[in-house]
């Protein structure tokens, strides 16, 4: 492709109005989410529950606003005074749970409906992440680390209040901490924020913003895809497992039991050979 039509397509990316279909996109698969962890229950759940479990369904929306405000010090309930977007969210959680046969639901699931939607959603979280990483930077225009974690947050916000989402739903999960085990969207999110922060505060990015803004999108959408096509869930794994074995004690830790264990044998036959 000619280097000029590929940047001008990655101008073209970066100035995409994210509502109402992105918004749409992503609300619907943050209401499948929900519906998905509540599980074979979801149906009676939500006929019992409903005002639970539309909270619910509106914290994992939402959520990478809330949590952003909260530590950034402004109103943790900003992000439901867009009232275009709210109601969006509502009919879209009305739709997945409340529908006639269910019809909503199994639209949603549909593989192409969901291929594409998950497609959008991963545009609009790049989008979140990159407003994350500006705004921080204009109230903390030298702190990185904050930048990079109002990125983080926005780019996947749902992952962090799950145990309050969970418990409003009246279900306490003390370990689903996403600090314990986080989900690739939340590695993927870390990563985006610091291309962010290094092309807008550091001069070790080069190429034109657009492109950095393009590049992260297709690297989001294509593991999204991959994840759902080919059952790649976390391409971040090998070189997790590879960093933990050179920096945080891991060959140290086998090569002890190792040698723990050359010890116990040697042990075990002067115990023998003394019997």
């Not at 005074?81 to 739709?95: A, D, E, H, M, S």
């Not at 998950?118 to 930077?137: F, L, N, P, Q, W």
């Amino acid at each position: 492709m000619d280097p000029e039509a590929f940047l001008d397509m990655a101008n073209q990316v970066i100035k995409i109005k994210m509502f109402p279909y992105f918004d749409i996109a992503h609300s619907l698969l943050c209401a499948l989410s929900v519906r998905e962890d509540l599980g074979a229950g979801a149906q009676a759940f939500s006929r019992k529950h409903p005002l639970a479990c539309w909270l619910s369904t509106m914290l994992v929306i939402f959520a990478g606003g809330m949590v952003a405000n909260g530590l950034l010090g402004e109103p943790i309930l900003a992000p439901l005074k867009n009232t275009p977007q709210l109601l969006v969210g509502t009919v879209v959680w009305y739709i997945v749970f409340y529908t006639p046969f269910d019809i909503g639901y199994k639209v949603g699931k549909f593989l192409p409906i969901k291929i594409v939607a998950s497609a959008m959603k991963e545009i609009y979280r790049a989008k979140k992440i990159h407003d994350g990483v500006t705004h921080a930077a204009k109230l903390y225009p030298n702190a990185f680390i904050i930048m990079i974690i109002i990125g983080t947050l926005k780019g996947n916000g749902a992952g962090f209040t799950k145990l309050i989402e969970r418990l409003i739903r009246g279900a306490w999960t003390p370990t689903a901490m996403e600090f314990m085990q986080p989900s690739f969207y939340t590695k993927a999110s870390l990563v985006a924020s610091i291309i962010f922060v290094l092309d807008k505060k550091t001069d070790l990015i080069s190429a034109p913003h657009a492109l950095v803004y393009f590049g992260i999108v297709i690297f989001l959408v294509y593991f999204k895809l991959s994840s759902i096509l080919l059952g790649i869930h976390d391409p971040f794994i090998p070189f997790e497992n590879l960093f933990c074995a050179l920096f945080l004690g891991g060959i140290w830790d086998s090569l002890a039991k190792l040698l723990g264990r050359g010890q116990a044998k040697e042990e075990t036959k002067d115990a023998k050979k003394a019997n």
